[in-house]
């Protein structure tokens, strides 16, 4: 079991930085490989990006591709979105993502999940 608690939003100007953390509990953590997603009002939940439970390798959608980053520090028990050069089609409620073993891009496949944190980019 693992719980997982998103912080960091926040409303930030267009070309802006923010970087999400999401926190696990757990002392498998470096077991499970994680996920961010993101939902905008009215859309769909959407894929962002994953890295797998080494650090090792990180995959991103196009959309965010060359402007976010994602790491862990499996000391911390903790997983970063680093996000850059923002602009206002990233404004949705983020979402970190847990599952043992590799990370998939299907939402599907992550049982855990925490409670999202609110970015909002402003132009």
């Known amino acids: 079991q693992v719980q997982l608690v998103e912080s960091g939003g926040g409303l930030v100007q267009t070309g802006g930085s923010l970087r999400l953390s999401c926190a696990a509990s757990?002392?498998?953590?470096?077991?499970?490989?994680m996920g961010w997603f993101r939902q905008a009002p009215g859309k769909e939940r959407e894929f962002v990006g994953t890295?797998?439970?080494?650090?090792?390798?990180?995959m991103y959608a196009d959309s965010v591709k060359g402007r976010f980053t994602i790491s862990r520090d499996n000391a911390k028990n903790t997983v970063y979105l680093q996000m850059n050069n923002l602009k206002s089609e990233d404004t949705a409620v983020y979402y970190c993502?847990?599952?043992?073993?590799?990370?998939?891009?299907?939402?599907?496949?992550?049982?855990?999940w925490g409670q999202g944190t609110q970015v909002t980019v402003s132009s």
């Open positions: 757990g002392r498998t953590f470096s077991g499970y490989g």
């Open positions: 890295v797998s439970s080494s650090g090792m390798t990180t």
């Open positions: 993502a847990a599952k043992l073993g590799p990370p998939f891009v299907s939402d599907r496949t992550y049982p855990y």
